[in-house]
T-cell receptor
Framework: DGGITQSPKYLFRKEGQNVTLSCEQNLNHDAMYWYRQDPGQGLRLIYYSQIVNDFQKGDIAEGYSVSREKKESFPLTVTSAQKNPTAFYLC??????????????FGAGSRLTVL | GQSLEQPSEVTAVEGAIVQINCTYQTSGFYGLSWYQQHDGGAPTFLSYNGLDGLEETGRFSSFLSRSDSYGYLLLQELQMKDSASYFCGLNSGYSTLTFGKGTMLLVSP
């Protein structure tokens, strides 16, 4: 079955440590996204990528970094510069919103807790 | 920029009909989407409106009025399993989807 796999599902981190969240999709989608979800805040866009080797900042990119070396993979690194990293992180993909494909497929999420 | 407003919480009873409203502000518009998210789970796509009018998908319908920058999600014959958060998402043509803060729907017996 095609879909998006995020790992790990739960992650605990000490302050000052960088962590990388994995996102892999086998849907052959061009565009991939990272959203952060906090209680009462909805989904806020961190980074997105429309093609391999290209990505753009979203609304809350500070303290985060990404790479897109392969079409299937879009890992997110939460750096020590992110002041409040405890949150639920969701990865999503689509064929490409500009192409008229309007459905985002989401992964199951990664819950990061900073101790 | 883009912004969306939706109520934070709506309550209803099983079998009832409920409407979740969404108003938006944007400089460009491609369409308005609706997603459902159960607690701790992944959002899943429900419905999309690119043009004015009503789109029906089973018990769920979504409506759009571009002149009023307004849309709503209508859920009929409510079931307990419909208790979830519902997000409207704006495709403003910049290759990203901007979401509202979500509406928590509580369905009681």
């Amino acid at each position: 079955d095609g879909g998006i796999t995020q790992s790990p599902k739960y992650l605990f981190r000490k302050e000052g440590q960088n962590v990388t969240l994995s996102c892999e999709q086998n849907l052959n989608h061009d565009a991939m996204y990272w959203y952060r979800q906090d209680p009462g805040q909805g989904l806020r866009l961190i980074y997105y990528s429309q093609i391999v080797n290209d990505f753009q900042k979203g609304d809350i990119a500070e303290g985060y970094s990404v790479s897109r070396e392969k079409k299937e993979s879009f890992p997110l690194t939460v750096t020590s510069a992110q002041k409040n990293p405890t949150a639920f992180y969701l990865c999503a993909s689509t064929l490409g919103l500009r192409s008229g494909a309007n459905v985002l497929t989401f992964g199951a999420g990664s819950r990061l807790t900073v101790l | 920029g883009q912004s969306l407003e939706q109520p934070s919480e709506v309550t209803a009873v099983e079998g009832a009909i409920v409407q979740i409203n969404c108003t938006y502000q944007t400089s460009g518009f491609y369409g308005l989407s609706w997603y459902q998210q159960h607690d701790g789970g992944a959002p899943t796509f429900l419905s999309y409106n690119g043009l004015d009018g009503l789109e029906e998908t089973g018990r769920f319908s979504s409506f759009l009025s571009r002149s009023d920058s307004y849309g709503y999600l209508l859920l009929q014959e409510l079931q307990m399993k419909d208790s979830a958060s519902y997000f409207c998402g704006l495709n403003s043509g910049y290759s990203t989807l901007t979401f509202g803060k979500g509406t928590m729907l509580l369905v009681s017996p």
